[in-house]
């Protein structure tokens, strides 16, 4: 039977460029791969067809001398070329199409398959810095300076890693690709090269100071600006701050993450802060003027009304914390706790004595409290 025109097979002008039928070659052979064909016995015989096809027409060589001759370029070793269904052919077309189609599909997640020099210098590892801060220093923002231990670009090679700051020689192993590949059957079988770990270059003669590394271990003083109204989680990254990288690479992120500490007098909700303030009973029946701090070191004068309650909140507007992102400032929001006298002197008990027998309309909430516990007591006995 006569082999189609290789054109055909892929669906294809015969002016197509390189882009064209490698983008033809693709559309077919993911179509015809036997795995997705299981119940189409042609399958398998399409697919080795299209990749025959694509072995020829790929490279510029035997594309010329198909062009030219056709079939017969390939026939009793015309062309230069192995015949590529024929014998020696078979499975050896079958795994390198196999090939092809999983670089195409695979290559962007594996790192690809470059045509020809190393692979990118490993980038340096990300770091994180814990700081804690106080709300205080939250409120306001803070420049501070830290110190990190990290990996620095050594000084004596210029972070080549070679010394003298010479350049690294390509791999021998891999030809500076970083992977070597190996056919399994109808697989091919890609690892971390071996000679360079992956480096895609070698180094003849390293560096004494970081032993071929490129780096060094030194610790870092770096200022850093915290802004007003961080809040515990936040996370700061700085772009270039973290460990170098090997033999030249980009170096890592550092990323701060904050803590602000308890506070003794405010506890934090978001933008807003609450305080809560003891009141003596006398205070809360009659009420009154209090002072309360505020978080910015300052006071405030706040009124007590008449006959307040433990519990009872007021509103300071605007004197919470301060938006991150801009926009305003939260609230701080008074709590009142009305305090129970101690240590009482016998005069003051029989005051409190006095004024508890003529109270006996001052105290609504008892009153009602005892009512409806009355009345949940006589219908239980009924």
Avoid at 299 to 312: E, M, N
Avoid at 323 to 345: C, K, Q, Y
């Amino acid at each position: 039977m006569a082999k189609r025109d290789y054109y055909e097979v892929l669906g294809i002008s015969k002016g197509a460029s390189a882009d064209e039928i490698k983008k033809a070659y693709r559309s077919r052979a993911k179509a015809l791969h036997p795995d997705s064909n299981n119940d189409k016995p042609n399958a398998e015989a399409q697919f080795k067809e299209v990749g025959e096809a694509y072995d020829v027409l790929k490279d510029a060589d035997k594309k010329a001398a198909y062009d030219r001759f056709g079939h017969a370029a390939f026939e009793g070793g015309m062309g230069g070329g192995r015949q590529p269904g024929g014998p020696g052919g078979g499975q050896g077309d079958f795994a390198s199409a196999f090939s092809d189609v999983f670089d195409d599909l695979f290559g962007d997640f594996m790192g690809g398959r470059g045509g020809g020099g190393g692979r990118r210098a490993a980038r340096g590892s990300d770091l994180r810095y814990n700081m804690r801060i106080t709300l205080e220093e939250a409120y306001s923002g803070l420049q501070k300076t830290i110190n990190v231990p990290t990996s620095v670009a050594c000084t004596s090679c210029e972070g080549s890693g070679a010394k003298g700051g010479a350049e690294p020689s390509t791999c021998p192993t891999c030809s500076g690709m970083g992977k070597v590949r190996a056919q399994q059957g109808f697989f091919t079988v890609e690892r971390t090269c071996p000679t360079c770990s992956g480096m895609g270059q070698i180094i003849k003669d390293p560096c004494q100071s970081c032993g071929g590394q490129g780096r060094v271990e030194k610790d870092r003083a770096l200022s850093v600006n915290i802004p007003a109204g961080v809040e515990t989680g936040t996370r700061i990254r700085l772009s270039g701050e973290g460990e170098a990288g090997m033999r030249g690479g980009p170096p890592g992120d550092l990323y701060i993450f904050i803590e602000v500490t308890k506070h003794p007098l405010f506890e934090r909700e978001e933008l807003n802060l609450f305080c809560n303030v003891p009141v003596s009973v006398s205070t809360a029946a009659l009420g009154g003027d209090i002072e309360v701090p505020t978080i910015d070191g300052g006071r405030s004068r706040v009124k007590i009304p008449t006959g307040s309650q433990s519990g009872r909140q007021m509103r300071l507007r605007s004197k919470g914390m301060p938006s991150l992102r801009g926009g305003g400032a939260g609230d701080m929001f008074i709590e009142l706790a009305v305090e129970t006298p101690v240590n009482l002197t016998s005069r003051q008990k029989e005051l409190l004595r006095e004024f508890e027998a003529l109270s006996e309309d001052n105290n609504p909430e008892s009153k009602s409290f005892f009512h409806s516990v009355k009345s949940f007591w006589d219908s239980m006995k009924s």
